[in-house]
């Protein structure tokens, strides 16, 4: 790494002459901006899949990355790596041509995010940004999400447009804009189907890496499970640290619910998640069918 006194001296000059900055950099890795700052200052090492992210967002190419992540590891000192660091306005030929074979097999960067678009709230008429979930003139919802497909749909809806269930509106909202409130919830037998998902090896995992690493692992748990859960028509009631419970049969039921969980659980088995080489990780399910008293509310 050619005069770099430190692994973070490195890194922090690699990406300013990539033209990147930390908050770029962290979005591109999917960490913190402080997890950056931190490995750039040498405060903290990169766990495992940081380091990878980072030799793929740093362009390394591929017959240096082995050593790369032995460096963030503090398994092979900075004066060992072959690749010079990038001086900005000064790119050396050699290295060009082995960035643009690195860049072509890298992730593609995400195309820039359009300006968030400007919708009319059906109640009052306010001009509300898109990304807004309330108008802030009338307080009318501007989105609601259906809690038996997750599809998100239109404030006015009263019915989702994807599965056909009537979407509900709190009282005091459906006061303000003269609909009548939701009525009072019953409690009815259901045939449900139950899933249960339990990650092991999460907690030992979570104790040797840090808070933001954490962070970033649960959210991509949570969010692959979640997807799988809503695909086949489930709906999540519980999360419970590294454990998940979901249901199939309540709100929306369908005559193949407990296909609709196995099917659900062969999806969350096969998730790229398990299949990760750097986390020691396993995911237990459990599914039970069977009569439950469940609490409804009607719009």
């Known amino acids: 790494m050619g005069d770099s006194s430190s692994f973070g001296d490195w890194i922090r000059r690699r990406r300013r002459a990539l033209d990147l900055t930390r908050e770029a950099l962290a979005g591109q890795v999917g960490c913190a901006v402080v997890t950056i700052r931190k490995i750039e200052t040498d405060e903290r090492r990169p766990s495992r ?6 030799a793929e967002c740093l362009l390394i ?22 690749l010079p660091p990038l001086h900005a306005g000064a790119t050396p030929t050699s290295y060009a041509i082995a960035a643009e074979s690195a860049l072509s097999q890298s992730v593609t960067p995400p195309p820039p995010q359009p300006a968030p678009s400007s919708i009319t709230c059906s109640a009052c008429g306010a001009v509300v940004p898109e990304d807004r979930q309330f108008c802030g003139h009338c307080g009318t919802p501007i989105s609601l999400v259906c809690v038996a497909c997750g599809v998100e749909n239109p404030g006015a809806n009263r019915f989702c447009s994807a599965c056909g269930l009537a979407l509900e509106l709190a009282s005091p909202l459906a006061a303000a804009i003269g609909k009548e409130p939701s009525a009072a919830p019953w409690e009815e037998r259901r045939w449900v189907t139950v899933l249960f998902a339990d990650l092991s090896g999460f907690t030992a995992l979570a104790e040797q890496i840090d808070p933001e690493d954490v962070k970033v692992l649960m959210t991509r748990y949570i969010g692959q499970i979640g997807e799988q859960i809503r695909r086949f028509g489930g709906t999540i009631v519980n999360v419970m640290g590294d454990a998940l419970l979901a249901i199939f049969g309540v709100p929306l039921a369908h005559e193949d619910d407990a296909m609709r969980a196995v099917h659900a659980a062969i999806a969350l088995r096969d998730s790229s998640l398990l299949h990760d080489p750097t986390l020691p990780l396993t995911l237990h399910i459990g599914i039970n069918t069977g009569e439950v008293l469940a609490t409804m509310q009607a719009t």
């Open 61 to 82: 190419p591929e017959q240096e990355r082995a050593a790369f992540l032995q460096a963030a590891r503090a398994e092979l000192t900075v004066d060992r790596l072959t």
């Open 49 to 54: 899949q940081i380091a990878a992210r980072l």
